[in-house]
């Protein structure tokens, strides 16, 4: 059983950086999909990005785009969620999911709380 575990996060100030982990264990991490997810207080959970298996192709949704970078090492087991020029409105909890297949989502990290203030 996949076990993915987060770490980064926290209080940043407006124009920073994040830079969130992933990191797996119990599991062949390199089979995976890595997908980075947000939520924010009293919206609904937001797609950001995903990075395929061997760390070949990374895409950072619209909202984001520019300011979005996903990566993986897979000799470490970790996926990486890098985001710049932080805005008030980046507050959220961020996720990463693994599975499989592109659209599917069976392994959750525990969630980040990244906080933005201006």
């Known amino acids: 059983q996949v076990q993915l575990v987060q770490s980064g996060g926290g209080l940043v100030q407006a124009g920073g950086s994040l830079r969130l982990s992933c990191a797996a264990s119990?599991?062949?991490?390199?089979?995976?999909?890595i997908t980075w997810f947000r939520q924010a207080p009293g919206k609904e959970r937001e797609f950001l990005g995903r990075?395929?298996?061997?760390?070949?192709?990374?895409s950072c949704t619209d909202s984001v785009k520019g300011r979005c970078t996903i990566s993986r090492d897979n000799a470490k087991n970790t996926a990486y969620l890098q985001l710049n020029s932080l805005k008030p409105e980046d507050t959220a909890v961020y996720y990463c999911?693994?599975?499989?297949?592109?659209?599917?989502?069976?392994?959750w990290g525990q969630g980040t709380q990244v906080t933005v203030s201006s």
């Open positions: 119990g599991g062949t991490f390199s089979r995976l999909l």
């Open positions: 990075v395929t298996s061997s760390g070949s192709s990374t």
């Open positions: 999911a693994g599975d499989q297949w592109a659209g599917s989502y069976r392994y």
